[in-house]
């Protein structure tokens, strides 16, 4: 069946970076778009980033803007987050969900992605 599981999490100290792979299987992930979320203890579920099945379009959180970059590799069925200059408050479990034509105008909306990961915890602290 349809699977997404996310991998790379871990504990960095802040400014530091670590890189999230999202590997699918069980579908074509070229006909998805590609989102990843985020969850701290306590918090709402916020949209991290999200991107389009060809790569073209590509969205962030004003919070994370400018620090990390996602990308895929369709061959490989894998998207990666790569987080730079992270911050204590970049802690929380990181979610990537697949979904059709997600990465629009409301591509927060968890609705939107049909598959989920188990989510991957990232620790940043010094």
């Known amino acids: 069946q349809s699977q997404l599981v996310e991998s790379g999490g871990g504990l960095a100290q802040p400014g530091r970076s670590l890189r999230l792979s999202c590997a699918a299987s069980?579908?074509?992930?070229?006909?998805?778009?590609i989102a990843w979320f985020r969850q701290a203890p306590g918090k709402e579920r916020e949209g991290v980033s999200c991107i389009s099945k060809s790569g073209g379009i590509t969205k962030y959180a004003d919070s994370v803007k400018f620090r990390f970059t996602i990308s895929r590799d369709n061959a490989k069925n894998t998207v990666f987050l790569q987080m730079n200059s992270l911050k204590p408050e970049d802690t929380a479990v990181y979610y990537c969900?697949?979904?059709?034509?997600?990465?629009?105008?409301?591509?927060?909306?968890?609705?939107?992605?049909?598959?989920w990961g188990q989510g991957t915890q990232v620790t940043v602290s010094s």
């Open positions: 969900a697949a979904g059709r034509n997600s990465c629009g105008f409301v591509w927060v909306s968890g609705a939107r992605y049909a598959y």
């Open positions: 069980g579908f074509t992930s070229d006909y998805y778009d």
